[in-house]
RNA sequence: GGCGACAUAGCCAAGUGGUAAGGCAGAGGACUGCAAAUCCUUCAUCCCCGGUUCAAAUCCGGGUGUCGCCUCCA
């Protein structure tokens, strides 16, 4: 049974979906102005990992990201860029796609860009203003705040709090201060479709609203976002689509924490947005990607260079598990499982049943986490064991340590390259030496490894070697 | 002014009524020629004050502090 907390409704609640077995979520994507940041990647791969976690649950689950490729932000930057709106729009939605691939973020089923959805945005638009919810003056069109009578339940507050608090200037064409547009009037420049009011673009809002109904229906699962988009994004997404319709919109809001850098808030002004492109040159992306799983979704996040290196060095104890485990695959032995190996089996079946129970509970990564570290301390005292291991004991473990990897996705892809020959020569020049105890000769080879990355370690069964991990950020 | 979140060890971070997960760092030990990896031991009365309760980090009230939203933002 799995638990969601629900911006709507502010409780945990059940998670029951529309259709049995299926589930429709619609995730705000990227505006295509820019690369994406290291907060965005938080939200990304926040809904990468519970679209997979669904899907290990046994949903079909059809997940719809969007690229908002209209809107202020793109024609200024077009502009600055001197190019147009659709080039600036490929430009980035090709590196989106390269960053989104490096983090090990999986695509979503759906991708679609406002500007080839102007029609269907247009519909919802148009039923709008049949049903008197929004109104028309000289080429704008408007959506009338007050004729939605539960605007603000999203984001709990009254309409005349959120005008109360209103910090900018009221176009005067407005009825209400509320009110937003649904379609801007063609400027000069600019890019522009044809429509009942003449030629214009879409205000940000209802792509969102026209784009989930579109692929998922009028009332589907769950609609995801960043934190900041409570206000007055997705309230509007609701005012919209509800207006628009009169049933229900997305029955679940799931809303990711800030990520904050080095404890203060990201923004343009403070010269702190790091983004994921250049952060990936000098960090492990699957460091980041574990890094930004470490916490519970829903937390703020704070990032700085020393809590990346923490979350390096605590996916590197995981890792070498594994890398333990595959390397031993080749000298397990057959028969029946002893006591102890008895006892370890009944230690990953709970493990495996708590890593469901707290993924369930409102999607504790954190927690699960850490159900991952405390079996992987039984895993490692029993490779460590004299007596050896059995196929049928670690081949589970391992199968487990995979299963889970194909939700979070941070585990090392193990490639065991061929030893390029000058380094075999040099492992076995040092065994000879040690053989005969030269061990200033030894010391000397290993270090050299060393600095290329390699690292030995002296096993009882002989002589081992594994790649460092990529050097993570320590600046 | 309105709404909301958060405060747990040196650092990060779970835990929402039954006496503090996990990771990083540190200390001690085992293993090793020395290492590496690994294991063992060790490191917190949970911001403060009241209250409810047999029992509170967990619920209630009051403080203090940090932050967010009400404007483009993931």
Redesign the pocket.
């Given at each position: 049974m799995i638990k969601l907390y629900n911006t709507l409704t502010?409780k945990k609640e059940t998670f029951k979906p529309v259709k049995e077995g299926k589930v429709g979520l619609y995730a705000?994507?990227?505006?295509v102005y820019?690369y994406?940041?290291?907060?965005?990647a938080?939200?990304f791969i926040t809904f990468d990992v519970l679209r997979r976690y669904l899907a290990y649950r046994g949903y079909a689950v059809t997940f719809v990201q969007n690229y908002?490729d209209i809107?202020?932000?793109m024609i200024k930057r077009a502009a600055e860029l001197g190019i147009t709106v659709d080039e600036l729009a490929q430009r980035y939605i090709k590196a989106y796609e390269e960053d989104a691939a490096a983090l090990g973020i999986r695509l979503p089923d759906q991708q679609p860009r406002a500007t080839q959805h102007i029609q269907q945005i247009l519909t919802v638009i148009q039923q709008l203003v049949e049903r008197g919810i929004a109104y028309e003056v000289d080429g704008d069109v408007y959506y009338h705040a007050q004729a939605f009578p539960s605007y603000g339940k999203l984001?709990?507050?009254?309409l005349q709090?959120?005008?109360?608090?209103?910090?900018?200037e009221v176009d005067p064409r407005k009825r209400h201060?509320?009110d937003?547009a649904l379609w801007k009037k063609e400027k000069p420049g600019e890019p522009a479709w044809e429509s009942p009011w003449g030629q214009g673009r879409p205000g940000?809002h209802i792509e969102c609203s026209a784009m989930a109904m579109h692929y998922l229906g009028e009332t589907f699962d769950i609609h995801a976002?960043?934190?900041?988009?409570?206000?007055?994004?997705h309230e509007n997404e609701i005012a919209q689509s509800e207006g628009a319709t009169g049933n229900p919109f997305a029955r679940y809001w799931m809303?990711?924490?800030?990520?904050?850098i080095n404890?203060?808030?990201?923004?343009?002004s403070l010269g702190n947005v790091l983004n994921v492109r250049e952060l990936c040159q000098k960090a492990d992306p699957k460091a980041i990607r574990f890094?930004l799983l470490?916490?519970?979704y829903?937390?703020?996040?704070?990032f700085?260079p020393?809590?990346l290196?923490?979350?390096k060095?605590?996916?590197?104890?995981l890792n070498?598990?594994l890398y333990?485990i595959q390397e031993r695959l080749p000298r397990l032995t057959q028969g029946l499982p002893d006591q102890e190996e008895e006892a370890l089996l009944g230690q990953l079946a709970a493990s495996k049943e708590r890593f469901v129970a707290?993924m369930d509970?409102?999607f504790?990564t954190?927690?699960a986490?850490?159900?991952?570290?405390?079996l992987?301390?039984?895993?490692?005292?029993y490779?460590?064991r004299p007596q050896g291991q059995k196929e049928n004991v670690l081949r589970p473990l391992l199968d487990f340590y995979l299963e889970v990897d194909d939700i979070f996705g941070f585990a090392v892809d193990e490639e065991i390259n061929p030893l390029e020959q000058e380094i075999a020569a040099l492992i076995e020049r040092?065994e000879a030496a040690?053989s005969r105890?030269d061990?200033?000769e030894?010391?000397s080879i290993?270090d050299t490894l060393r600095e290329r990355g390699i690292?030995?370690?002296?096993?009882?069964d002989g002589?081992?070697w594994?790649m460092q991990e990529t050097e993570s950020s320590s600046q």
């Open positions: 502010g705000c994507g990227p505006t820019d994406f940041h290291i907060g965005n938080r939200v908002t809107d202020d932000k984001s709990h507050q009254p709090e959120l005008a109360a608090g209103a910090r900018v201060p509320m937003f940000w976002g960043g934190q900041d988009l409570i206000f007055p994004h809303h990711v924490g800030y990520l904050n404890k203060e808030k990201m923004s343009k890094f470490s916490a519970h829903r937390s703020p996040l704070n700085s020393e809590q290196e923490q979350a060095r605590a996916l590197e104890r070498t598990m333990n707290v509970d409102d504790n954190a927690e986490i850490a159900v991952l570290f405390e992987a301390r039984e895993v490692n005292t490779l460590n040092r040690r105890k061990w200033a030894a010391d290993r690292i030995l370690e002296d096993t009882p002589v081992r594994r």
